[in-house]
């Protein structure tokens, strides 16, 4: 059974910086593209940053780039998300996702997706 346990959330202010790990069991990991994605208190669900099975390919939503940085440790399972300059919109729930197919492009799609983790909540204050 595939499992995604994330950590590393909190309540930080904005400008600070907090990195989220995403922790992968029960798939071999190393196959398979990994996201974050984030709802915020009445909103939808929101694509954050993807990355490919094997790490060198990335893709962002515009409103993280130069902020927000998504990279895997395939040893450990394991994926990260380095968020820099946190702003007050960053506010939200982030869960990472696992991929259904194995060596697939990155994707925004969360249809592409088929297990999730329960999130790890993230809140930043002025």
């Known amino acids: 059974q595939v499992q995604l346990v994330e950590s590393g959330g909190g309540l930080v202010q904005a400008g600070d910086s907090l990195r989220l790990s995403c922790a992968a069991s029960?798939?071999?990991?190393?196959?398979?593209?990994m996201a974050w994605f984030r709802q915020a208190p009445g909103k939808e669900r929101e694509f954050v940053a993807a990355?490919?099975?094997?790490?060198?390919?990335?893709e962002y939503t515009d409103s993280v780039k130069g902020r927000f940085i998504i990279f895997r440790d395939n040893a450990k399972n394991t994926v990260f998300l380095q968020m820099d300059s946190l702003k007050l919109e960053d506010t939200a729930v982030y869960h990472c996702?696992?991929?259904?197919?194995?060596?697939?492009?990155?994707?925004?799609?969360?249809?592409?997706?088929?297990?999730w983790g329960q999130g790890t909540q993230v809140t930043v204050s002025s």
């Open positions: 996702a696992v991929q259904s197919k194995a060596f697939r492009a990155t994707s925004s799609d969360p249809v592409e997706y088929d297990y």
């Open positions: 029960g798939r071999p990991f190393n196959r398979y593209g």
């Open positions: 990355i490919n099975w094997s790490g060198r390919d990335t």
